[in-house]
């Protein structure tokens, strides 16, 4: 007999058309923004639930969804879901992780790190402002040359060496600390350790996911590391820095500035909490924070989406599931 699956999307907003049209193939399709609250109520009528990064997918959700079978997710980073309590629960959580191949051709969020680089080194969103507010101050707005800066990468992985060739492009000295790396790129020095490329670093980026091992693994000791006026760039995730030690570093000048795509507490932000970064951002043009955009253009969103509705489609068809 073949199964009736119920496939909730829960973040359903500019999802891809085409993506879209596959899901319905597959089952009967709910796409409907939910309230935390209202998806606990109604989670435990799905056999799928597509999610982005605004829901966190924890032990409570999942113990009240006992007919859930996979968690579809089109990102890399998985820290929004309780992957060891999913794996308990025979829950499947399917997500960009590991598509080596595919991910290599998804340029979005490697792009938006080298504009918030830009935009840090050369004043962009300040001097627009200062435009907008009816001056022309061009002596105001001097930034750096990127050209014969040294460009540290932590994390050689996909988009670490994207950044890592953009930094060769632009005339930088690049280098990296990434053990887990075993090949690395023409033009693109390997650092043993963190301490050595923070050492010689000018521009630090990082590239790293978050888990026990690289949460916080940007702190004090590593700011100090690095020389006074350095810049960080930080797509990857806020928890790989240690947030308080960053503010401490951007108010005592050790470091010049930074751009953030991330932050620790975003979800919370989202819903009206505090954030001493962004409280620090309102006043000082040194900091800049983008609402976790890395990945969001169309084109990228929709080969992901489609890649993931595929990915679903093909362990559905496998009879992964039994209902
Ligand atoms: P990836 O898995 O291809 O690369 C991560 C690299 O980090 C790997 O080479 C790995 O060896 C290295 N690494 C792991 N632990 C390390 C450590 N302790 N020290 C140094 N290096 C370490 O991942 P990716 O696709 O390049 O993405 C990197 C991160 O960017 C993701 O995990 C995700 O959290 C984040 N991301 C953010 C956005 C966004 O919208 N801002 C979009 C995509 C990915």
């Known amino acids: 007999m073949t199964a009736t699956f119920n496939i909730l999307n829960v973040e359903p907003d500019q999802y891809s058309a085409e993506a879209r049209s596959i899901l319905h193939t597959l089952g009967i399709l709910v796409e409907m923004n939910m309230a935390r609250g209202e998806l606990l109520a ?26 859930l079978k996979f968690i579809v997710s089109a990102t890399t980073g998985l820290d929004h879901i309780d992957l060891g309590y999913a794996a308990q629960k025979g829950i499947t959580v399917l997500s960009l992780r590991g598509e080596v191949e595919f991910l290599r051709s998804i340029p979005a969020t490697a792009e938006l790190t080298w504009g918030l680089l830009l935009a840090l080194l050369r004043h962009i969103p300040s001097a627009h402002g200062s435009v907008l507010g009816g001056n022309w101050l061009r002596d105001d707005y001097k930034g750096h040359d990127l050209k014969a800066k040294r460009l540290g990468v932590v994390g050689l992985g996909r988009i670490g060496e994207k950044i890592a060739a953009y930094g060769n492009v632009f005339g930088m000295s690049v280098g990296f600390y990434d053990p887990f790396r075993t090949y690395w790129l023409p033009n693109v020095h390997k650092y043993q350790t963190l301490e050595d490329l923070l050492q010689n670093s000018d521009i630090l980026s990082v590239h790293v996911p978050l888990n026990p091992e690289t949460e916080k693994m940007i702190g004090a000791n590593e700011f100090s590391c690095l020389h006074r006026g350095a810049y960080l760039i930080n797509t990857s995730r806020g928890g790989v820095l240690d ?81």
């Open 42 to 67: 109604r989670i435990h009528e799905f056999d799928v639930l597509i999610v982005r990064l605004r829901h966190r997918v924890d032990c409570e959700l999942m113990t009240a969804a006992p007919r």
């Open 243 to 323: 947030e308080d030690a960053l503010l401490a570093a951007l108010q005592n000048g050790q470091l010049a500035g930074a751009a953030l795509d991330v932050l620790s507490n975003e979800q919370q932000f989202a819903q009206g909490a505090p954030n001493l970064l962004v409280e620090y951002a309102r006043s000082h043009t040194n900091l800049i924070i983008t609402p976790h955009i890395g990945g969001a253009t169309y084109e990228s969103m929709h080969i992901t989406e489609l890649f993931m509705v595929h990915k679903l489609a093909a362990c559905l068809k496998k009879g992964t599931i039994t209902s």
